[in-house]
């Protein structure tokens, strides 16, 4: 049976020249970083190359980057080490991940005593995209910190990050609503997650105004458990895994070298090859929901189509046939899609993104995700077109 992995939001194949890194890391750089002689000053130069390398995929200097454990501990330092030292209000949005959602209301529930806490989540339009204007709306005297994602993780839709910034910008220079004590320049911070948008779209820390960005190996070729947090130069986060004062005294704990190592090469080739990558995933979707909606004539419903999304994301609905289902039948048949979220996978609920879109409850219990990548062939999609076709005769039958 031929196999096809249309599910490249989720996780990614690890990289040949990723894992050939990591596997000379590992045999290689054995001793401790922060050890002083000369094996560890072997390991922790490894360590500063792979930061070197994260630094460039996102236009940061490289003493801007903190490895984590992945995007998930990425976004919780980023929530958690701005209210834990600055407590007050969030603005964010309805379409986060859980990882930004449950943190922000984690946090903001911890100082719900204090006056100005709490947390205010923006609604996405049809689209699937939030508004600036009405992100401005959201900001309050109380709030500390802005969180938004830069590509929807179920949608693709990618999200105005930098025209929030620049609403949120324009906010800090009224010296009226000045919020953040002893952060610079005494304003709202900014957070974007980019896990998802990282290797997959150009990410610039600098053109999108953020002072914090997220991002995950395994979402762009790399080992899982190992992800970074940007913090623009200036900030000092509270830590919240103390010990040892490692990267940079806001993340204790020895560092996992070879998951690192795998990050900065796994960021370098996805510099090198984004262009290409780009062009060729779009191809693909295109085709895809072409070939799709040619097939099964206006029963294809495809979620934030009118806005602009990631080249290689396709989230749609087939009226009558829940997306669960079809998402098994597929994978009996070797062609492995989502749902939505991977977190969520195996919910037959419907999706919580698309119910913040206005989708109907039928085609949000009926949504697919299909997500392609480099190794994504022209045979790959042909094969899900056909089997689509063919589950969704079956499972209305």
């Known amino acids: 049976m031929k196999t096809s992995y249309l599910d490249w939001n989720a996780s990614t194949p690890i990289h040949p020249?990723?894992?050939?890194?990591?596997?000379e890391a590992l045999d290689e750089f054995g001793?401790?970083?922060?050890?002083?002689?000369?094996?560890?000053?072997?390991?922790?130069?490894a360590i500063d190359r792979a930061r070197t390398e994260v630094a460039?995929?996102?236009f940061a200097a490289p003493e801007e980057i903190i490895f984590t454990s992945g995007g998930s501990e990425a976004n919780n330092l980023a929530i958690g080490g701005v209210l834990a030292r600055w407590p007050g209000h969030v603005a964010t949005t309805s379409i986060e991940h859980p990882s930004v959602a449950d943190a922000v209301s984690y946090w903001t529930g911890r100082g719900a005593r204090r006056a100005g806490a709490g947390a205010t989540r923006v609604a996405p339009g049809a689209d699937g995209a939030v508004s600036a204007d009405e992100f401005q709306r959201a900001l309050q005297p109380g709030t500390v910190l802005v969180t938004v994602m830069r590509a929807q993780n179920e949608t693709g839709v990618l999200q105005p990050v930098a025209d929030i910034a620049a609403r949120v910008r324009a906010w800090n220079a009224d010296g009226a609503h000045s919020a953040v004590?002893?952060?610079?320049?005494?304003?709202?911070?900014?957070?974007?997650?980019?896990?998802?948008?990282?290797?997959?779209?150009?990410?610039?820390?600098?053109?999108?105004?953020?002072?914090?960005?997220?991002?995950?190996?395994?979402?762009?070729?790399?080992?899982k458990g190992t992800g970074a947090l940007f913090i623009r130069r200036g900030i000092e986060l509270e830590p919240l895994i103390h010990g040892g004062g490692h990267e940079h005294g806001?993340?204790?704990?020895?560092?996992n070298v070879a998951g690192i190592v795998g990050l900065g090469r796994a960021a370098s080739i996805a510099?090198?090859?984004?262009?290409?990558?780009?062009?060729?995933?779009?191809?693909?979707?295109?085709?895809?929901?072409?070939?799709?909606?040619a097939t099964l004539p206006g029963r294809v419903t495809?979620?934030?189509?009118?806005?602009?999304?990631?080249?290689?994301?396709?989230?749609?609905?087939?009226?009558?046939?829940?997306?669960?289902?079809?998402?098994?039948?597929?994978?009996?048949?070797?062609?492995?899609?989502?749902?939505?979220?991977?977190?969520?996978?195996?919910?037959?609920?419907?999706?919580?993104i698309l119910a913040a879109m206005g989708v109907a409850?039928?085609?949000?219990?009926?949504?697919?995700?299909?997500?392609?990548?480099?190794?994504?062939?022209?045979?790959?999609?042909?094969?899900?077109?056909?089997?689509?076709?063919?589950?969704?005769a079956a499972l209305r039958g």
């Open 302 to 352: 495809l979620h934030g189509r009118a806005a602009s999304r990631l080249s290689n994301t396709s989230c749609l609905s087939i009226a009558d046939v829940r997306g669960h289902a079809l998402m098994t039948w597929l994978d009996r048949r070797g062609i492995a899609v989502s749902t939505g979220a991977a977190c969520h996978a195996g919910s037959d609920t419907g999706s919580a």
């Open 181 to 223: 004590s002893g952060s610079p320049g005494d304003g709202v911070l900014i957070h974007t997650d980019a896990v998802q948008a990282a290797g997959k779209t150009p990410v610039s820390v600098r053109e999108l105004g953020v002072d914090l960005l997220s991002l995950s190996a395994h979402k762009m070729r790399g080992p």
């Open 361 to 392: 409850p039928g085609l949000q219990i009926g949504a697919l995700r299909v997500s392609f990548g480099p190794a994504t062939t022209e045979d790959d999609v042909s094969l899900a077109v056909r089997a689509i076709v063919e589950g969704v």
């Open 250 to 255: 806001v993340r204790g704990g020895t560092e």
């Open 17 to 23: 020249e990723v894992r050939d890194a990591m596997a």
């Open 56 to 58: 460039a995929l996102i």
């Open 31 to 45: 001793a401790n970083p922060s050890s002083a002689h000369q094996a560890g000053r072997r390991a922790r130069a």
């Open 271 to 293: 510099r090198r090859d984004l262009e290409a990558n780009v062009r060729r995933a779009g191809g693909l979707r295109d085709r895809f929901e072409a070939d799709l909606a």
